[in-house]
């Protein structure tokens, strides 16, 4: 755990229960602290917790890992305080990141469970001349629900992931130089959007890597089919609504009317990555009807972003 000592690594961990609900809760905060708690010969590392003023059970939390920075916001510009809302959590994101003192600051969710070294895996992966590297993703409960999440989400991070040069890391298990982030700030200061991020770093002409050791392992407890979906749909709305603000109108409408095509497409391409790996081909298939309904509400999802332009509904 951090010490008194300048931090060379700051770990950003952002609570994203309430994508769905009205109330962000930090039952699953704990575990993820206590992976990072339990590092294996860790560099000088802070781990901070930026969060919404009220997450249910965050005070048992706080109480166990004195250690950690908890940093209540209040000023979210996107937070709808209701459900169906997930851009506060990049705004989060940008706080910790403005907090951060590390020369390294890595990103994780409250859902993701670093593995022993990962801490001093991703450090020694910045020896290198990068200004980003990330990391495996793994699903470490195995039920057909959580693969079918799994799947949708993070199946091109799960091992083997091709060491090396990537055009994309995942910002459930990223790390960044700061002094690459600076160069970007105009991107990401009140908004940290993976994707813009890692645009704007490779337009500066830096690499982003991807490391097969740096794993960590999606652990989402109690997941429910109504929930899934739902947060299917308000993801996949949130991601058009942010590609709306680089293409045209015209590519909007486009996007919008191929849309129906889109579960298709994605699901040919999860079944592709599943061959490429040669892994969890038994647990794609005992997953696949729920992955293809998380297809669908994410297709909705994005036609609606399309259409309206807008993350979430208003009013």
Same mark, same amino acid.
């Given at each position: ?5 300048? =931090? &060379? ?19 699953? +905060? ?12 860790? =560099? ?9 003023? /009220? ?9 166990? #890992?004195?250690?950690?920075? #908890? ?11 209701? =459900? ?53 993703? /793994?699903?470490? !409960? ?9 799947? %949708? ?48 770093? +490779? ?21 429910? &089919?109504?929930?899934?979906?739902? /947060?299917?749909? !308000? ?8 590609? %709306? ?9 486009? #996007? ?23 892994? %969890?081909?038994? /647990? #794609?298939?005992?997953?696949?009807? +729920?992955?293809? +309904?998380?297809? !669908? %509400? ?18």
């Amino acid at each position: 755990m951090p010490g008194a000592q300048r =931090p &060379l690594l700051s770990v950003v961990v952002v609570i994203v229960s309430d994508t769905t609900t009205a109330r962000c809760d930090a039952t699953a +905060l704990a575990e993820t602290l206590e992976a990072l708690a339990r590092q294996a010969d860790p =560099p000088p590392m802070e781990i901070l917790v930026p969060h919404l003023p /009220e997450v249910d059970g965050l005070e048992r939390v706080r109480w166990r #890992f004195p250690v950690v920075r #908890f940093i209540p916001v209040s000023d979210l510009k996107y937070h709808a305080g209701r =459900p169906g809302s997930r851009e506060h959590h990049d705004e989060l994101r940008a706080h910790g990141i403005a907090e951060a003192r590390g020369e390294i600051v890595a990103l994780l969710e409250d859902h993701e469970r670093p593995a022993p070294h990962w801490a001093a895996l991703m450090a020694a992966e910045h020896r290198k001349a990068c200004a980003g590297v990330g990391g495996a993703i /793994e699903n470490e !409960v195995d039920m057909p629900l959580n693969w079918a999440v799994y799947f %949708c989400d993070f199946g091109f991070y799960q091992n083997p992931v091709r060491a090396g040069d990537s055009d994309t890391i995942s910002d459930v298990n990223a790390s960044y130089k700061r002094q690459s982030l600076e160069a970007v700030g105009h991107v990401w200061r009140e908004s940290f959007n993976q994707i813009k991020v890692n645009e704007a770093l +490779l337009a500066n002409g830096e690499r982003l890597l991807l490391s097969p050791d740096a794993i960590v392992y999606q652990h989402r407890l109690n997941l429910r &089919l109504e929930g899934a979906l739902q /947060e299917r749909y !308000v993801w996949g709305r949130s991601y058009a609504a942010a590609r %709306c603000t680089w293409v045209s109108r015209w590519e909007r409408a486009a #996007f919008a009317v191929l849309t129906p095509a889109l579960p298709a497409v994605l699901l040919l391409r999860m079944m592709r990555n599943v061959l490429r790996k040669g892994r %969890c081909r038994r /647990e #794609f298939l005992r997953a696949l009807p +729920l992955t293809a +309904l998380l297809s !669908v %509400c994410w297709s909705l999802g994005e036609m609606a972003g399309y259409w309206t332009g807008r993350a979430h509904r208003q009013g």
